[in-house]
């Protein structure tokens, strides 16, 4: 099983831009927002590991509210039940963020998630073969 945290950055190591950062989206390395003429587009990682022979699950989830936490839980239960099965692999990536690498509060940043993580990347699951 594959757990992958998106938060559109690389917010460990100084909030530097990573592959799935989003199209305008400031970060160290690119404060003037990412310019696909010169970065390229950013990677839909989940969508691509979809298309692989041998992926059971390929599943993009959220952790802002409960009821997403809920869901989650269930998704990543399942990747882990896969993997003891012996089904394939499993990935759970989970849409995030970064309040201290995007420079805002933790309501802000939810708030951005919402509204440009999600239409990014799409909540929900990608791959699921039982």
Same mark, same amino acid.
């Given at each position: ?23 305008? =989206?400031?970060?160290?390395? *690119?404060?003037?927002?990412?310019? +696909? /003429? ?5 990677? #839909? ?38 993997? =003891?099965?012996?089904?394939? *692999?499993?990935?759970?990536?989970? +849409? /995030? ?5 995007? #420079? ?27």
């Amino acid at each position: 099983a594959i757990i992958f945290i998106n938060n559109g950055i690389y917010g460990m190591t100084g909030g530097q831009m990573a592959p799935t950062t989003l199209e305008g =989206m400031a970060t160290s390395t *690119t404060p003037y927002g990412r310019d +696909v /003429s010169l970065n390229g587009y950013p990677l #839909k990682i989940s969508n691509l590991l979809a298309q692989l022979e041998g992926t059971c699950l390929v599943t993009r989830q959220s952790v802002q509210n409960p009821a997403a936490v809920k869901k989650a839980k269930k998704m990543l239960r399942k990747a882990f039940e896969n993997s =003891m099965m012996g089904k394939g *692999t499993s990935i759970v990536e989970f +849409v /995030s963020t970064c309040s201290s690498g995007w #420079k805002m509060t933790p309501a802000q940043s939810n708030k951005w998630m919402e509204e440009h993580m999600f239409p990014a990347y799409p909540l929900g699951d990608l791959k699921n073969v039982d």
